[in-house]
């Protein structure tokens, strides 16, 4: 069987690796934004000069003769469902049995006055961080529009290179419609301690150019405030990357719409990572889930199902993690920025402000829902358990120390955890185990 | 298409100051402390006294400290790699060349010009004599070209450590561990050899164990502990203890990091001064192929040759010891027979190489208590086809001085910071089997985190491409992994986490974590 992935990203390259674990069907993976798989999430630290893009790159070049995956650097202009063709726009035509679309996301624009001039992109692919690297040169300030994850990514990168760098976001403290309001606000104070510039409840109304077709100056809606600047990195979220499907016979909504084994309207069309929009999500989670670890998932689920195994997609609990700057963050389960009806919270930070621990838990049955960490590393497999089995917060609490995966010798901050807890409750609890990895294996194979 | 472009993309940068005006005068004030080093060498006899050597050594260690201050105080601590694929000297640029061929040429003196650097047994002249009142001092004799290095080491470990502690100073592990290689650098690498020169007793660092020391069994180093009463002794059984006992037990519980990052004195200057370079040893996987076959050579290398000159000693001195030739052949098959046994019969040893390794295994260890049982049978010293005594001169020249030494260090701004440490040391060799085989020791892989951003591999000085098993969720059991945790602390994700356990150590390896369908 012929098999064809378009994009070449985590999600179509894990689909071709499980195919070819499984199976000895052809394998052909078309991309036109690199010639071999580079990890996107590393992109600032080729502009940090943290590391090549070559360093990025997770498998060595022999790796893809070896496996037998043929890697073709061509861009689809048009698919043609019936006759199962791809057309590419040097020219070329490319048939397929079964097709995969793992074609990523785009950059998000909304309309804003200047948003085409030269000097503003978003960062997503390889090119738009070609595109950085050229205006840098020489660049004396640059303005990020957006608070998310990419918008602090971009400020960082900046920042790196001594480029002093505006950040204009919307909401009150960085990211809180994501983060809970406190650990919002300590990242806020993180970003100006690097002496970035945060302006927060600042809205975009205009990119003004200066006058030869670049941009020289943004105008803030509120203060009607004039910042000059010779670049704007516009990082208010990404959008499925489906614009050249739209008028085909494929179902989009806002991504390409897929059954729970990741199919498409069509007979042997799957889609997978951040292109998917999946009719009926999980309780809890959304339909679109641009991140890492999902499009990660559903590349070896479609995998499965294509190789005569077919497999419901299943992500399981949550997680996700991000660095803001020198603060690492963490999540596991479910952890909105308001907290939910019939849920309760327990928030402990570090007196220097750089470490915090917040454990969300039924307010009746007292089962642990959610952890939310900065600047503390948990175990994964510990606090997916503890999560899974609705295990009372007294028992997290006790075991806290199970969930330590911070270097040896870190500072030891249960203690000082349960003391809160047994504040706020009245109770009065103790640690019953050690940060011991073999504890930790008794209590994961229980 | 774009791979020209993207490869510029790592050079064509603006430059920004990563150097400002403080650190500017920084390097100035390391420069003429260098600067006074460099007359000393010329025999400049302005500079040749001890008030100037003490100013040259506290200008090179005031300058890189004010420089490191600068560079990381000023900043919040976290990890800190900006602009090292820009940077000149950190990117095989012509600063690294030039400091390669200077380090390797002071190597090169030092190894086998001695008398340019200005030893002379009628009176030191030149750089050696300049080091004079600080061995008088110590230990009451004039340099030797050893004493000139033994400082400048310990000297550039102590400053750099500072460095590095500085800048990793967010990560306690980092901070202790580096606390404890100055600490073995200064007192027993420095500071307790000259010492017991001064007390009469053989020259002797105690954590500077066999096969790292290749001349412990010589037959002068032997000798020298046997002719220095009880304390002597109680040294030459240290030592033996040391390879046969503690190491074991130590790596057993902690992995060859115990050693290779926290005590060991190659190490201590590969992470201090070398920590600039960790990024440049090399990832591919034919690196890593070469790499096995070095190391065990090496490793052969030194095991045959030390046979051969404990043979020898025990041929030339039959009696007055209570060990004898052969008791000594008879330990020797024991050794490499139950090793042979163990790979053929133990699973864990067994599957953990492959069919062709196990054979080369079985091959040499029926090969080597061969030859010295045919010698032993002969009634001959030296081998019929080995001459023990070349092989250990070649194995000193090439080894010891060459590889160690001039490859080792001077080699740093081109190949990443352990060289040797990887290619070429046989107690790493014998220190990551165990860590492979039999060690609670581990890199923990946190579930499903992985990114595949590829910073854990590149500031992997050991080489290991890390994250090929972080994104995989499969924990990371290397022989050569030196547990510096440098790995843990640039990953962006909390992805890694250095470990020890005893529950698992036959699977640690087993889990998949990020295989999501069963
Ligand atoms: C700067 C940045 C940082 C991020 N950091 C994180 C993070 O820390 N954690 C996390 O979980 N997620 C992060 N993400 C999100 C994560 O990178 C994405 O969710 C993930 O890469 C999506 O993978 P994918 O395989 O679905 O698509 P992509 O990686 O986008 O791959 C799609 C590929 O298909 C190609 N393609 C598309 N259409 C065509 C066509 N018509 N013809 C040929 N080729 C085509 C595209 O060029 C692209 O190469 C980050 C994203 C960015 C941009
Ligand atoms: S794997 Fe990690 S701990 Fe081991 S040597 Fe490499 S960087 Fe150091
Ligand atoms: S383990 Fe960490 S540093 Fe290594 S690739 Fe994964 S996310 Fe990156």
Redesign the interface.
């Known amino acids: 069987m012929k098999i064809a992935i378009i994009g070449n990203g985590i999600s179509g390259i894990t689909a071709a690796r499980w195919i070819r674990k499984l199976s000895d069907h052809s394998i052909d993976v078309i991309s036109s934004e690199s010639d071999y798989f580079f990890s996107r999430t590393a992109l600032m630290y080729i502009y940090m000069g943290h590391m090549r893009l070559k360093d990025t790159q997770p498998y060595e070049e022999y790796f893809w003769e070896k496996n037998r995956i043929n890697l073709i650097n061509e861009h689809v202009s048009r698919i043609d469902f019936e006759s199962k063709k791809l057309e590419f726009k040097s020219g070329g035509e490319h048939a397929y049995d079964k097709l995969i679309l793992a074609l990523g996301s785009a950059s998000n624009k909304f309309g804003w006055p200047g948003q085409d001039l030269k000097a503003v992109h978003g960062l997503y692919s390889l090119q738009d961080l070609e595109l950085m690297e050229k205006y840098s040169e020489g660049l004396e300030k640059a303005v990020v529009v957006g608070g998310g994850l990419i918008g602090i990514e971009m400020a960082e990168m900046f920042h790196s290179r001594k480029i002093p760098v505006t950040m204009l976001v919307r909401e009150s403290s960085y990211w809180n419609n994501v983060l809970p309001q406190d650990e919002a606000e300590i990242i806020s104070q993180h970003i100006l301690d690097h002496n970035i510039d945060l302006r927060l409840g600042g809205n975009l109304e205009a990119i003004l150019d200066d006058g030869t077709g670049k941009v020289g100056a943004v105008k803030v809606k509120e203060t009607g405030e004039r910042i000059e600047c010779g670049f704007v990195g516009l990082t208010a979220g990404v959008h499925p990357n489906v614009a050249f499907l739209k008028d085909s016979i494929l179902e989009i909504d806002k991504g390409i719409v897929v059954d729970e084994y990741l199919k498409t309207n069509m007979e042997d069309v799957y889609a997978i990572g951040d292109c998917a929009q999946l009719a009926s999500p999980n309780p809890g989670r959304r339909s679109i889930e641009a991140v890492w670890y999902t499009g990660r998932m559903m590349g070896e689920t479609v995998a499965h199902s294509i190789c005569n195994n077919p497999q419901k997609y299943d992500p399981g609990i949550w997680f996700n993690s991000a660095k803001f700057l020198d603060i690492e963050y963490q999540v596991y389960g479910d952890v909105p920025p308001e907290l939910p009806e019939a849920t309760q919270s327990l928030f402990w930070k570090s007196e220097d402000n750089q470490h915090s621990i917040r454990l969300n838990y039924h307010a009746i049955n007292k089962n642990l829902t959610g952890v939310n960490l900065l600047g503390i590393r948990f175990r994964q497999e510990v606090c997916e358990k503890w999560i899974r089995e609705k295990t009372h917060i007294e028992d997290v609490l006790k075991d806290i120390c199970l969930a330590d995966f911070n270097p040896e010798f870190f500072r030891t901050y249960e203690q000082s955890l349960l003391q809160q807890y047994n504040h706020q409750t009245g109770q009065g609890i103790e640690l019953r185990s050690k940060r011991s990895l073999n504890q930790v294996i008794s209590f994961l194979k229980s | ?3 020209k ?3 510029s ?2 050079f ?3 430059h ?2 990563f150097t400002d005006g403080v650190q500017k005068l920084a390097a100035a004030i390391g420069g003429v402390g260098l600067l006074l080093l460099g007359l000393a060498l010329l025999n400049i006899k302005q500079v040749q006294n001890a008030t100037m050597l003490w100013v040259s050594l506290s200008l090179l260690a005031s300058g890189t400290i004010i420089f490191s201050a600068r560079a990381y105080l000023t900043k ?4 800190k ?7 000149n000297l950190t990117n095989r640029g012509l600063w690294a060349w030039v400091l390669g061929i200077i380090i390797t040429g002071f190597y090169v003196l030092l190894y086998w010009f001695p008398s340019l650097l200005g030893l002379n047994s009628d009176g030191n002249t030149g750089l050696v004599h300049f080091f004079d009142p600080l061995s008088m001092a110590l230990k009451g004799e004039v340099a030797s070209q050893w004493f000139v290095y033994g400082t400048l080491y310990t000297l550039a470990i102590l400053i750099f450590g500072i460095k590095f502690i500085w800048k990793y100073r ?7 561990r580096t606390i404890s290689v100055m600490f073995f650098q200064l007192g027993f690498a420095f500071l307790i050899p000259e010492l017991l020169i001064r007390l009469n007793y053989p020259y002797n660092d105690f954590k500077n164990m066999w096969p790292l020391n290749y001349y412990f069994f010589d037959e002068w180093s032997i000798k020298g502990f046997l002719s220095s009463g009880n304390f002597g002794l109680l040294m030459l059984l240290f030592g033996i203890a040391m390879i046969f006992i503690i190491s074991p037990i130590l790596t057993y519980y902690f992995g060859k990091r115990w050693y290779c990052s926290w005590v060991c004195g190659c190490g201590g200057l590969a992470e201090t001064a070398g920590d600039p370079f960790r990024h440049l040893s090399d990832k ?2 034919k690196a890593w192929q070469i790499e096995r076959w070095m190391i065990h050579l090496v490793l052969l290398f030194a095991v045959v040759m030390t046979t051969g000159v404990i043979f020898s000693f025990l041929h030339n001195n039959p009696n007055g010891y209570w060990m004898n030739k052969g008791l000594f052949v008879a330990l020797i098959a024991g050794l490499c027979l139950g090793t042979v046994a163990l790979f053929r019969f133990i699973p864990v040893f067994k599957n953990g190489v492959s069919k062709r390794v196990n054979n080369i295994i079985s091959v040499l260890g029926i090969i080597i208590p061969g030859i010295v049982y045919i010698n032993y049978a002969t009634g001959s010293g030296n081998a019929v086809f080995l001459n023990f005594y070349d092989l250990r001169k070649t194995y000193g020249f090439l080894i010891g001085a060459a590889f160690s030494g001039v490859i080792g260090v001077g080699f740093y701004p081109l190949m990443g910071s352990r060289v040797w440490c990887r290619f070429g040391c046989p107690m790493a060799a014998i220190l990551g089997l165990q860590q492979k085989f039999f060690s609670r020791f581990r890199i ?1 892989t ?4 992985c ?5 854990c ?2 500031y992997c000085e050991m080489g290991i491409d890390v ?2 098993y972080a ?1 995989k969720g499969q924990n990371i059991v290397r022989a050569s992994c030196v547990g510096c ?1 440098i790995c ?2 640039v990953c ?3 992805v890694l ?8 150590i036959f699977e640690k390896t087993d889990d998949l ?5 069963q």
């Open positions: 298409m774009a791979e472009v993207y490869k993309m790592s064509a940068n603006p920004p100051p919040s601590a976290g990890i790699n900006d602009g090292v694929w820009f940077n967010h990560n306690k592990y980092q901070i202790v591919s996987l923990t946190n579930g499903g985190q990114i595949s951003c590829g910073n591999s590149t994250r090929s994104q945790g843990a602390a962006p994700r909390g986490r250095l470990e020890n356990g005893s529950k698992d974590r990020t295989q999501h369908i």
